[in-house]
Each structure stands twice: as structure tokens, then as C-alpha cells.
């Protein structure tokens, strides 16, 4: 089986957020498993050099976006065992930053029209093409209306993975013939609440529709998670499967973390103790190895529950006998909240803005407690994160906290978890994780449990198989 994965972001080359983790860690799993997984992406300005200098030039080929046709060149590099093609074009990928352009729809149709055009000169006839997000959401429109019919393009199928709904790739009407290069004709596959929307029309034309979680395939369809594409996913709801993400357990492993300061492990934990001392030290806070250590790493915008924290932050601090570690950047009132309480309550909340990769990790090793109360989560990783380092979780049920964290007031999950978006159902949550902190045996079993999980990208890959394998059948 042949799988070409078209994504506009990639560790280790570059990456944004969280799915260029997924790009990254997926094709190399599913290469384990004898797939022939190859991936496509964007040869950014900003991807290092020390890669840059290990890529060689294949060829080059001119792309149709709408009436003109653009240079393309075609760059390969191989790393963890998988095959990296880049699609050069300097006049829309030599730039700062990978999104937040003007021009990002017609940047984006290019992309998506190169991964096709490319085949023919890669000598790479996939049998399936799994895309991902809005940046890749037009390879199954334009598949499915100008390639599926030519001479060595039959049989292709095509997936598309919703990594997070909210970001749909919406663009006003003339983005339809001049930027995508659709007959007016076409346009009731793209058009959806007055606009273009490029994921609705991936939905429309992918085979099959996949999400991050199984818990986020169902809440898509209801309005309040879906940003407007509910309707569709609904009569669409037979293509859509959902499937739980994983983390790289061997570059994110306590046991051999060059960032923490003692490495351990689920067998021999004893030094998560010394990394929770460095950190209480690195951070401005009293040394209290007795002390529960709570951390937050999260990007600081209100999806990600921060609205609950606000409102019980200063209760919690002022009641419990605990300490709190945060790590991120993001929204103002989030930043600028979070600074005044670590001001007001030095000994208590220590605050660092910005993302440090490495600071993280100190805060999974170092923390006792890991506090991720989303009010959307379609996955997410850094629960799974905390479970490796031995930071039990305290969560909200939604998306992918849902899936891969169970309460462990039947003495066998790996966490604490809160059903409703309420503040002090939050805060209930983790006054039950402090107090089982206290019985310091029970927690040694909770925290080795949490530990033990395996969110590794194994399981995802064999369902991933488990799918195509359908779909060749279908």
C-alpha cells in the first residue's frame, strides 16, 4: 500500500502547532508497520538550512492556478526512515511565518494543486492521499473534478483529517475562478454560509473524513463544536471516523530527556522528585517537596478553558496548600491575568511567558499535577505528555481528553476529569487530585498507571491501516 501524506507543516522541518507533530511522528510509524508512506509539504524559507542542505533537487514542473501556470520545483530529503518531498515556489513560500498571509488561498491552491501535478514526475503513483486541514483541503476537489478520470491517476482514493475545525479556510466568492481555478458551476461544493469554504469542499469530495479523537468526530457534528459545518458532517456522517492521535515516545521520554535535570522512569521514579526541586527553584518558588506542584503549558486563548481558571484561580490559591507553575503566550487578558495573580501570590503561581520546548518538559517532569480544563480539545497531546512524565491530569471530558483520560475514582484511570464547562467543577477536580495526593502510596500506583499508558503512535498507525485497508476494499 502506497500513501502519500500532503500536509503544510512538519517536524522536524517546521511546524506551527500540533500538526506538524502529527506529520512528523504518523508516516514514520506507518512505515514501521510496511506501509509505503511518503510526505509533501511546502519548502518554507523558514525551515533550517542544516535541512535545506540534505534535500536534492528532482525536477520541475509548472502548476495551473486558475488561468496561469507557476513554477514548481520538487525537492526530496529523507528522514526517520521516510521519504520528504518540498514543493518550491519563491514567490509564495519564501516568507516569514508559514500562515497569516494575505494571499495564504492562493498560496494554499497552489500547494494543493502541486501535490497532484507532482505524481506524475516523482515516479510515486499513491494509492491513497491522506490530506490534512484546510491548507491541503482542495487535493480531493481538485481530484475529484480534473484528475481522477487521466491516464496514471485512477484509483486514487483520498482522506481528509480534520486536525480542528474552527480553521475552515474561508475566503469570499472570487477566490472560486480567479485564486482556486473552479467553474462557476463547481461552486456548491465549496460554497457554505456565503462563503467559500475550502474544508467544506474536502468534506464533500475526500473519501473518507477523519478526525484526532473519536470523541471530536461526534461532537463535530453539533453546532456548538462544528463552526458551522455541522450540517454537512451530518449528511456526510457515513465517511467520518475518528482516531486518537499519539505522542513520540522515544523523543519524549523522562527516562532519557536531556531537559530535565534527573532523568526516571515508571520502574524507578524516585528522581521525578529531584526535577520537581530544580523546577521549584528555577521558577522562584519555595522548595516544598510535600507541596502539590500543579502545572499549565498551553497556548493562553480562551478555548482552552483559561475563562475557569480565572474565575477560581485566587480561591484555589488562597484555600489549598499547593503550588502552580505556567507556561504560554497567547491573548492579553490571559497573559496579563496570569502575571498580577503570579505578583500578588509569589510563594504560590510563578508565570513564564512565551513557549520554551524545553521549559516544558521541566514542567512534565517536575510537576505532581497537570491542569487542562479545554472547553475544546479535538485532541490533544500535552495530557499525554504529563501521563509520561508522571503529571497526573485533571481535565475537562471533550475531544481527546475524553479518549485518552479516565477518572480515577474507580481506583484504575490515569486522571481527574470534570464533565461540565463550570469553574468550580474544575476546581472540585483538582481539590480530589490534591487530596489524593496526600495519601502518598495510592498516589505512587495512580502516578506508575498514568505512566504506563500508551499513547504511543503505534496504536494510531494500526488504525490508520485498519482504514485505508477499508476504504482499497470499499
Known amino acids: 500500500m502506497k500513501v502519500l501524506y500532503a500536509v503544510s507543516e512538519a517536524k522536524p522541518f517546521i511546524a506551527a502547532g500540533g ?205 456548538w463544536y462544528a463552526h458551522g459545518l455541522d450540517h454537512i458532517l451530518n449528511e456526510r456522517r457515513w465517511k467520518l471516523h475518528g482516531i486518537l492521535n499519539g505522542i513520540d515516545t522515544v523523543a519524549n521520554d523522562p527516562a532519557t530527556d536531556p531537559n530535565l535535570p534527573a532523568n526516571f522512569s515508571a520502574e524507578d521514579p524516585a528522581n521525578k522528585a529531584v526535577c520537581k526541586e530544580a523546577l521549584q527553584k528555577e521558577m522562584g518558588l519555595p522548595v516544598a517537596p510535600d507541596v502539590p506542584l500543579v502545572g499549565i503549558v498551553s497556548r493562553l486563548v480562551s478555548h482552552k478553558g483559561l475563562d475557569l481558571v480565572k474565575c477560581v484561580l485566587e480561591e484555589f490559591l488562597t484555600t489549598e496548600n499547593v503550588q502552580m507553575v505556567v507556561l504560554g503566550s497567547g491573548d492579553w487578558q490571559y497573559e496579563t491575568f496570569f502575571s498580577d495573580m503570579a505578583a500578588r501570590y509569589p510563594d504560590r503561581l510563578a508565570v513564564r511567558l512565551g513557549f520554551v520546548p524545553a521549559l516544558a518538559s521541566r514542567i512534565y517532569g517536575g510537576s505532581d499535577i497537570f491542569l487542562m480544563p479545554s472547553k475544546s480539545e479535538p485532541c490533544g497531546l500535552s495530557q499525554m505528555f504529563a501521563l509520561r512524565y508522571g503529571s497526573v491530569p485533571v481535565v475537562r471530558a471533550t475531544g481527546g481528553l475524553r479518549d485518552s483520560i479516565q477518572d480515577s475514582g474507580n481506583n484504575e484511570g490515569n486522571g481527574f476529569v470534570f464533565e461540565d464547562y463550570n469553574a468550580h467543577d474544575m476546581l472540585h477536580a483538582l481539590r480530589r487530585a490534591i487530596h489524593g495526593y496526600q495519601d502518598k502510596e495510592g498516589w505512587a500506583i495512580l502516578r506508575r498507571r498514568a505512566m504506563e499508558c500508551d499513547n504511543s503512535w503505534g496504536k494510531s498507525a494500526n488504525e490508520y491501516i485498519k482504514l485505508y485497508k477499508a476504504l482499497l476494499k470499499g
Not at 519563491?90 to 494571499?103: C, E, L, V
Not at 486541514?133 to 487521466?150: C, E
Open 19 to 223: 500538526l506538524g507533530d502529527v506529520a512528523g511522528s504518523l508516516p514514520a510509524a506507518l512505515r514501521r508497520r510496511l506501509i509505503g508512506c511518503r510526505v509533501v509539504l511546502p519548502l518554507y524559507e523558514g525551515i533550517p538550512q542544516k535541512y535545506k542542505d540534505e534535500m536534492h533537487f528532482i525536477t520541475h514542473i509548472t502548476v495551473p492556478v486558475s488561468w496561469r501556470r507557476q513554477y514548481c520545483g520538487i525537492f526530496e530529503a529523507k528522514y526517520n526512515g521516510v521519504i520528504y518531498y518540498f514543493i518550491d515556489n519563491q514567490y509564495y513560500f519564501k516568507r516569514q511565518g508559514i500562515y497569516g498571509h494575505y494571499d495564504d488561498a492562493e498560496r494554499f491552491a497552489f500547494f494543493s494543486r502541486a501535490v497532484l501535478e507532482m505524481l506524475p514526475a516523482i515516479d510515486f503513483k499513491p494509492d491513497i492521499i491522506n490530506c490534512n486541514d484546510w491548507q491541503t483541503a482542495l487535493v480531493p476537489v481538485y481530484y475529484s473534478k480534473y484528475y481522477a478520470w487521466r491516464e496514471g491517476f485512477e484509483n486514487i482514493k483520498t482522506v481528509f483529517t480534520i486536525h480542528n475545525i474552527q480553521y475552515q479556510g474561508q475566503y469570499g466568492h472570487e477566490v472560486l475562478g480567479d485564486v482556486a481555478g473552479f467553474a462557476e458551476e463547481d461552486a456548491p461544493l465549496l460554497e457554505n454560509d456565503g462563503c467559500i469554504n475550502f474544508m467544506k469542499g474536502a468534506i464533500e469530495c475526500a473519501n473518507m473524513v477523519t478526525t484526532v479523537s473519536p470523541s471530536y468526530a461526534n461532537e463535530i457534528l453539533d453546532p
